[in-house]
């Protein structure tokens, strides 16, 4: 079966009524017939009918045995750390998303887990740096922002040999172009504020497992912990979901185009795109990822900071905001945004430059989109010189 027509008919329709849209089952409890005997559900917290068509469905989606929704990606993350315990490592992506590398470092290292982080996209330098404390190797696929690719099959295998869970945070090319437990991933999460939402409006985090044991771990941790996805949030996660594969592929389609224009502009240093061949990893890329994705980034010459934070201001249709994934496009400047969070000297090392700019490239059409890019940098560099270089077509 396709991906599209698996998605959509792995939403099931109502089985009380028949409704092909599932109902938003806004209530905090359920009544039990006697003590303990109810329907499979008894507080909302513990479980919700519109959150379990959710989750059902994400691990579907994922290949996996269990999903569990979250009232934010990052709540799914630390779901997942809760899973350790104090004396146990983290090994990690060095190009990681800052909010994971808040928490990691402002939360759970007081509590003695420790995070080591390294290049991923060798991946004999994961099989190197894991020490025998290490329990968990946390992998984003692509990574945010410079859109790395990790050879997961590898990794995994290493993981396994290491006694090691494998995590692979799947927000940036969502289960309609990558499946990590295909793989060999132990858990997957996702931001779904981004992709699987897909409309800029809700906050929302998921957890897929690949087996049942695991499963019930984060589903004890879910319960205990509280931090649950609303009833009315999870229907609007589920309706994102249903054109999810469509719009991968068109915003992956426009990507492309205005990654290739971005290579021809002269001021620019380096172009991130898992779909460009010049990509470090393209081949693998290829191999791995069904379409490159939504994201780009790219940094200027002489890393210009001044330059590119006027770029992002006078932009029209990429508006200035955090976030990524929804059908409109944005921009940032992760050094001043997304990745502040993270120290210089950590950001520089990860290839995050002060002058790195990221695109989430909606569904407007591609033209406009480069329309609107040639403007801001004519714009931008005007202001910025006395001479205007020419912006390639």
Same mark, same amino acid.
């Given at each position: ?32 017939? @006697? ?15 519109? /959150? ?27 779901? !997942? ?21 808040? +928490? ?14 390294? #290049? ?26 410079? +859109? /790395?690719?990790? #050879?997961?099959?590898?990794? @995994? ?11 692979? #945070?799947?927000?940036? *090319? ?11 991933? #132990? ?16 906050? *929302?985090?998921?957890? !897929? ?27 609007? !996660? ?11 592929? /068109? ?64 932009? /029209? ?34 290839? !995050? ?41």
């Amino acid at each position: 079966m396709k991906e599209q027509t698996n998605i959509l008919h792995a939403i099931p329709a109502d089985p009380l009524t028949g409704a092909v849209s599932t109902p938003i089952y806004q209530t905090s409890t359920f009544v039990q017939g @006697a003590p303990g005997v109810h329907k499979g559900f008894d507080y909302a917290r513990s479980n919700n009918p519109t /959150r379990q068509v959710l989750e059902d469905l994400i691990a579907t989606l994922e290949n996996g045995s269990n999903g569990y929704a979250f009232s934010s990606g990052l709540a799914a993350i630390d779901a !997942v750390v809760k899973l350790l315990k104090s004396g146990d490592e983290i090994l990690a992506v060095d190009d990681i998303y800052g909010g994971a590398f808040r +928490l990691f470092t402002h939360i759970y290292r007081k509590f003695g887990i420790i995070v080591n982080y390294v #290049d991923s996209t060798d991946a004999s330098n994961v099989a190197e740096a894991i020490t025998p404390n290490t329990r968990l190797i946390w992998i984003e696929n692509p990574t945010n922002p410079t +859109l /790395r690719i990790s #050879d997961l099959a590898a990794i @995994a295998q290493i993981a396994k040999a290491n006694n090691c869970l494998l995590c692979v #945070d799947n927000t940036f *090319a969502s289960p309609a172009s990558q499946k990590p437990i295909e793989y060999g991933a #132990d858990i997957v999460v996702h931001s779904a504020t981004k992709y699987l939402g897909g409309h800029s409006d809700l906050i *929302a985090g998921l957890v !897929v497992t690949a087996n049942t044991k695991l499963g019930e771990q984060v589903k004890f941790i879910q319960n205990a912990s509280g931090a649950i996805l609303s009833p009315f949030d999870s229907w609007l !996660v589920i309706r994102g979901i249903e054109t999810l594969s469509i719009r991968i592929q /068109r915003h992956s389609e426009n990507a492309l185009k205005i990654a290739e224009f971005l290579e021809r502009q002269e001021f620019v240093r380096h172009v991130y795109y898992p779909g460009l061949p010049s990509h470090h990893n393209y081949k693998l890329a290829v191999k791995q990822l069904k379409y490159p994705g939504g994201v780009i980034s790219f940094d200027l010459k002489e890393d210009d900071k001044e330059l590119a934070t006027k770029i992002v201001s006078v932009t /029209r249709l990429f508006k200035l905001a955090e976030s990524l994934g929804g059908v409109k496009s944005l921009i940032c400047l992760p050094c001043e945004m997304t990745h502040k969070s993270i120290p210089p000297e950590k950001r520089y090392g990860a290839g !995050v430059s002060d002058s790195l700019i990221r695109l989430s490239v909606g569904l407007e059409d591609p033209d406009d989109l480069i329309d609107d890019l040639k403007q801001a940098f004519a714009k931008a560099i005007q202001t910025n010189r006395e001479t205007l270089p020419e912006i390639s077509i």
